[in-house]
């Protein structure tokens, strides 16, 4: 999400609106957290955000929704202008209440810079291009801090197998980890999911998935900006740093298809290009992406995300059981004959707003003494995507093996203001584009 200009809007009703297209920045009323078991007893919870873009704002604006003794004691990025902008719309947003104590040396800018963050914290926000994910995870673990991060989880296998060992080593130290596949905290969601468990529409054998709309935002070259500088600046349109809106963005639904089909897929075979998203701005991503997800139960889910404007524009998920069907974003499931059968009776101006709900329950279940493990699915969501890439580069049928076994490794573990980028640009400005049917991976 553009950090440019960014407001934290109070608007509940204004976010509902946008929640199948925006990154959440917008907050709703906190859970209950009356009679809660206080194992922190009255301890003030420290918060560091680590990526200071849109998406972490609206994340730490959440965070100190959810509790009344948490504070904002850190804030790291690459950049420091973003770091800027970012604390200014939190403050605003709060009008002088007394959740934020960042220091100026706790303003920590640089690709080290998350380190003394996580160090300063008891709890962490990992919110910067998902390339960098499994390394601060990683960090966060190892220094046993409660974490909420943003999906996806990283951008190559190599990156999956680090976040699933990390997982692991979570549950043993009984550290929280929330991971904003947020269609799990919203209780539309929840209510369908619970119907599909009960046997509403039978066994699932079909389903369809779609991200479908006009784009996202470009950031053009500058005079005298970096290679790396503006690939950063321009993240979204290199597979280092985002792993092309496949992963990026339709990863909720191919979450959904996971989650409702209570497994995850044992291959994938597709298509992909670009089409009318193929300029010099543009970086190495395609703008579409169709895929066919085959299950060891039998289920086949077809997976479509574009980036084209004027066209047909979709963010959904739909599936087909032996009994009938569901439509998720209407809240409909209808039998075999297409009589409804169910409609989710709650109208969604007076939901709660799941972007918050995560909040909510990560910081209750911290001072419950509870755990939430949502690692090892957000993980396994990721390399869903990853693999439905992997496929549509390659143009080759590949298990969800092959993608997890894969030494693909697309981000340095190390990096500083003089590296040289994974990717760079022919003398004309053009990057290599994957070819399928040539194309590894």
């Known amino acids: ?54 998406r972490g704002s609206g994340a730490v604006v959440q965070a100190l929704t959810a509790d009344e003794n ?28 007394k959740k934020i104590s960042v220091k100026e040396k706790n303003k920590l800018v640089g690709f080290d810079a998350y380190k003394k963050a996580i160090d300063l914290s008891d709890v962490v926000i990992l919110t ?46 009984k550290l929280n980890v929330v991971v904003g596949l947020q269609r799990h905290y919203e209780k539309k969601y929840i209510d369908l999911h619970k119907k599909i468990l009960e046997g509403d529409i039978g066994k699932i054998r079909a389903g369809q998935v779609y991200w479908n709309d006009g784009g996202v935002w470009v950031n053009k070259r500058k005079p005298n900006q970096s290679e790396l500088e503006y690939q950063m600046r321009n993240w979204y349109y290199f597979n280092w740093l985002c792993g092309d ?25 597709g298509m992909g290009g670009r089409e009318v998203r193929n300029g010099i701005d543009h970086g190495e991503i395609f703008d579409h992406h169709f895929v066919e997800y ?20 979709r963010v959904d998920e739909a599936f087909q059981g032996t009994k009938g069907s569901v439509e998720v974003g209407k809240g409909i499931i209808t039998d075999l004959d297409g009589n409804i059968k169910y409609k989710y009776p709650y109208s969604l101006e007076n939901e709660p707003n ?23 699915n957000g993980a396994k969501s990721t390399l869903t995507a990853i693999l439905g890439r992997m496929a549509t580069y390659s143009g080759k049928k590949l298990t969800m093996e092959d993608a997890l076994n894969s030494n ?20 004309k400005g053009r990057y290599k584009i994957p070819i399928p049917g040539k194309t590894k991976f």
């Open 1 to 54: 999400m553009k950090n440019k200009n960014l407001k934290i809007k109070k608007s509940r009703r204004s976010f509902l609106k946008k929640t199948s297209t925006i990154a959440g920045g917008l907050i709703a009323a906190p859970l209950s957290l009356d009679g809660m078991a206080n194992v922190y007893g009255n301890k003030k919870l420290k918060l560091s955000v680590i990526g200071c873009g849109g």
């Open 70 to 97: 948490v504070e904002l004691v850190a804030m790291a990025d690459a950049f420091k202008d973003r770091i800027d902008s970012s604390l200014k719309a939190i403050q605003e947003h709060f009008d002088g209440e």
């Open 128 to 173: 910067t291009p998902p390339g960098f994910r499994p390394y601060h995870f990683e960090y966060a673990i190892k220094n046993e801090k409660h974490v909420f991060m943003e999906k996806p989880l990283a951008t190559d296998p190599v990156g999956i197998r680090k976040v699933l060992e990390m997982a692991k080593i979570a549950k043993q130290k």
């Open 245 to 269: 809106h496949i992963l990026e963005q339709h990863i909720h639904n191919i979450d959904v298809a996971n989650w409702f089909i209570g497994e995850y897929p044992i291959s994938a075979q």
């Open 294 to 313: 085959t299950y060891k139960s039998g289920a086949v889910v077809s997976s479509q995300c574009r980036h084209q404007k004027g066209c047909m524009k």
């Open 354 to 376: 799941p972007y918050q709900v995560e909040h909510d329950k990560l910081f209750a279940s911290i001072r419950n003494g509870g755990v939430i493990s949502d690692t090892e």
């Open 408 to 427: 693909l490794k697309l981000v340095p573990e190390e990096m500083t203001w003089n590296s040289t980028p994974p990717t760079l640009p022919d003398k």
